[in-house]
């Protein structure tokens, strides 16, 4: 089945694009009907990822796509942030504030790149998984998360995004959660080489409404979805870590596309996590 999006008309302000007049069925649909690359599987060990944290994983990078201050994206990812700090082994989540990085420009990149994407590539290289959050900005990602993507993309050949695992979850004061920016971003990653991890949607609906006071998000049905993207986000990890283990008692190294299709095959679960 091909993939379609439907759109909503244009002219809201950024972060209610993806107005609530549109049918979150139809589109939560033409996304599970979309076939991906390959999936990161569930290896039906006991217990949560969060609970083998500390088999390896010790950073996660955090990327929110909207730069606004009370941006309902960076509340999420500061709930993502607590939940890996508290697993065991207590992994670190750090945030890349990609609005100090220049556009794009190859001259720029050809005479050294700036010392913020120096900084950038090398907090991403460390790490050993990405969690984005995105806004619809006329059901699309933002131009500055694109941007983002461009910068860590390069130098071609040697991105930082290659093999790395990236999660993705959007959030918007709308009643369709930003979903429709997703399948866009996972397009960008997947072109970036990134290993994009396979769960349900995880798009967060009226956003704005399930901050508390002190505009943290504490929302226990979202606070759940969360914890499960986090869970199988250090799978993913683990996964891989296996994978190059193998390959490495083999004294071979896979290409990241082998690598993709390694953690490809298994069944997952399909229905979107609608909050």
């Known amino acids: 089945m091909p993939f379609r999006i439907r759109k909503g008309k244009a002219g809201a302000a950024p972060e209610r694009h993806d107005s609530g007049t549109g049918d979150e069925d139809s589109v939560a649909q033409d996304i599970r009907c979309r076939r991906r690359g390959f999936r990161c599987r569930r290896t039906g060990r006991a217990g949560s990822a969060t609970g083998r944290a500390e088999a390896g994983m010790t950073r996660v990078v955090l990327i929110s796509g909207s730069l606004r201050r009370g941006s309902v994206n960076s509340a999420a990812l500061r709930a993502v942030r607590r939940i890996v700090e508290s697993a065991p082994g207590a992994p670190e989540a750090v945030s890349l504030p990609i609005g100090r990085l220049p556009f794009y420009d190859g ?19 460390d790490a050993d998984a990405l969690v984005v959050s995105t806004p619809s900005y006329n059901g699309a990602v933002p131009g500055v998360l694109k941007n983002a993507l461009d910068w860590l993309s390069r130098p071609d050949g040697a991105s930082p995004l290659t093999g790395r695992v990236v999660a993705v979850l959007s959030a918007s004061p ?45 929302d ?45 095959g298994a069944e997952t679960r399909t229905s979107e996590v609608a909050l």
């Open 220 to 264: 226990p049905e979202v606070l759940a979805a969360l914890r499960g993207l986090v869970d199988a986000t250090f799978e993913a990890v683990a996964i891989l870590a296996d994978q190059r283990c193998s390959a490495s008692a083999r004294r071979g190294r896979p290409a990241p596309a082998q690598l993709r299709r390694a953690v490809s």
């Open 107 to 125: 001259d720029v990149e050809r005479a050294g790149a700036s010392p913020a994407v120096r900084a950038a590539r090398v907090l991403v290289a």
């Open 174 to 218: 709308s009643g369709r959660g930003a979903i429709d920016a997703q399948p866009a971003l996972m397009d960008l990653l997947d072109a970036c080489e990134a290993v994009v991890v396979e769960h349900p949607p995880v798009a967060i609906r009226r956003a704005d409404r399930r901050l508390d006071e002190a505009g943290e998000m504490s």
